[in-house]
């Protein structure tokens, strides 16, 4: 049986799934790279000479990134295991449920890790006060890229027509609605 859910495309429960997971599966392998190789050279961070000269606060402040670095590795990999453990038990539409809430936890815990990353890095860069102003300055643009512009566009996008609506064409409609 097929569903439009008035959502514009005529699928099934299992088909919307799969392109779902696929879709998930595409976001998850440019994010996990991402903190993987983050990751690696923070782990790498403390075997360096320099290390040693690292002050408290800066010790600190690597320790809590690394530590933050392994939880964002977690839930971006989490689905994954999600994935591997639930196949062939005909539950993909959980599955996509569960592996997406994981990688939103796992797109928070990156924000934190970036910020925690750039704030040893300018601490030990600049030695001032300034760190902090532009660490803070880029942890308002990753909100705004990663959290507030999505959500900004699903609020412009239930406020009205859009142009895709009006045009006649309603098929790239259809693809912006489902993004």
């Not at 939103?104 to 902090?132: D, P, W, Y």
């Amino acid at each position: 049986m097929t569903e439009t859910q008035g959502r514009g495309r005529e699928e099934t429960q299992d088909e919307r799934a799969d392109r779902q997971w696929s879709e998930l599966l595409q976001e998850l392998r440019v994010a996990q790279t991402g903190v993987q190789i983050l990751f690696g050279f923070l782990l790498a961070v403390v075997f360096q000479s320099r290390f040693e000269d690292l002050g408290d606060v800066d010790r600190n402040i690597y320790v809590a990134t690394v530590m933050l670095g392994s939880a964002t590795a977690a839930a971006l990999i989490g689905p994954v295991s999600y994935h591997r453990l639930l196949t062939g038990r005909r539950m993909k539409p959980e599955t996509v449920i569960w592996a997406s809430r994981m990688t939103v936890l796992g797109l928070v815990l990156l924000f934190c890790t970036m910020c925690s990353a750039l704030l040893l890095i300018m601490r030990v860069a600049l030695h001032n006060e300034t760190a902090l102003w532009l660490v803070g300055g880029m942890a308002l643009w990753f909100l705004a890229c990663w959290f507030v512009f999505p959500v900004w566009a699903i609020a412009k996008g239930r406020s009205g027509p859009r142009e895709s609506d009006t045009d006649g064409r309603g098929d790239s409609g259809d693809r912006e609605r489902d993004a």
